[in-house]
């Protein structure tokens, strides 16, 4: 199976309209969590939500200029390092909002357990996502084309030492 060819990357447009689209949906996100309504609007959230959303604010805050460096140059390695910053910020607030549970469901409610089974689950994901981007960016360095195009599929034949 080694000789089948991996998926082609998008084309330029079309990730360019993701990168925007994703500017644009994280800016409305920063918005609804810091000045309207504000996460102190949420009735399920407590005061321990300050102890994680300074780290909240700075990965939104951290796409955004990803997404922005993207729209101007976004190699497949670099692409990877962006997502594993981002994966890797993603599952230390997982954590802490495991260890801190700034939720507040009330009494016998069964949303408590539905939020730490959510939370259990989530945690490994994003554990997954930084080991995958972390073996992107290692294959892309030992691609000799480390921008996979839709007009030049690559194969793992490829890969090899420069």
Not at 73 to 84: A, I, M, R, T, V
Request: with cysteine.
């Amino acid at each position: 199976m080694a000789n089948q060819l991996r998926r082609a990357r998008p084309s330029a447009a079309a990730r360019r309209t993701g990168y925007v689209f994703g500017i644009a949906f994280t800016g409305v996100f920063l918005y609804l969590i810091n000045v309207w309504p504000g996460w102190q609007a949420v009735p399920f959230l407590d005061a321990d939500v300050d102890q994680i959303i300074g780290l909240v604010n700075f990965s939104l805050v951290l796409g955004i200029v990803f997404n922005l460096v993207y729209l101007v140059y976004d190699p497949q390695w670099l692409k990877s390092c962006g997502d594993l910053v981002n994966a890797a910020i993603g599952l230390v607030v997982l954590v802490w909002s495991w260890n801190t549970f700034p939720f507040t469901f009330g009494e016998d409610s069964a949303w408590t357990l539905i939020t730490r089974v959510l939370l259990a689950l989530f945690i490994p994901v994003a554990g997954i996502a930084c080991i995958v981007s972390l073996v992107t960016i290692v294959r892309a360095a030992f691609s000799h084309n480390t921008d996979i195009s839709p007009a030049q599929p690559h194969t793992i034949d490829h890969w090899s030492p420069r």
